[in-house]
């Protein structure tokens, strides 16, 4: 059975890797290179400014402090619940072993 699912899987990957269509690579064209060329073609047209981002967004460091506690804290919750989730199957396995050998 082990030796079909083995097969199987083998298959399906060779399938889908045969029949993916292949990624196609997309260039970009810096901003500058635009400007230039509309500016060659109509002489009549302004030359394109380059335009700046915007500054992002200001960040509170009291924000970000209460934030970084805040997942510290999940963290170690979800830390403690896989401790206790990992405990518990290890003294079931070893329960059940200790029941299998004596009776």
């Known amino acids: 059975m082990t030796k079909i699912r083995a097969v199987v899987s083998a298959g399906l990957i060779g399938f889908l890797v045969v029949l ?4 196609q690579a997309v260039t ?3 901003s500058s290179v635009v400007a230039v060329a509309a500016f060659a073609v109509s002489p009549q047209v302004s ?3 380059e335009q700046t981002a915007p500054p ?3 960040l509170d460091p009291a924000g970000t402090t209460e934030a970084d506690a ?7 919750v ?4 896989a ?9 079931g396995r070893r329960v059940r072993s200790k029941k299998a050998k004596s009776g």
Do not use: E, M, S
Request: hydrophobic letters at 50%; proline letters at 15%.
């Open 56 to 58: 992002g967004p200001v």
């Open 28 to 30: 970009a064209q810096p």
């Open 47 to 49: 030359p394109v400014r």
């Open 83 to 91: 401790l206790v989730l990992g405990f518990l199957v290890w003294w």
């Open 70 to 76: 805040k997942q510290t804290k999940n963290k170690i």
């Open 20 to 23: 993916a269509p292949p990624a």
């Open 78 to 81: 979800a830390g403690g619940i």
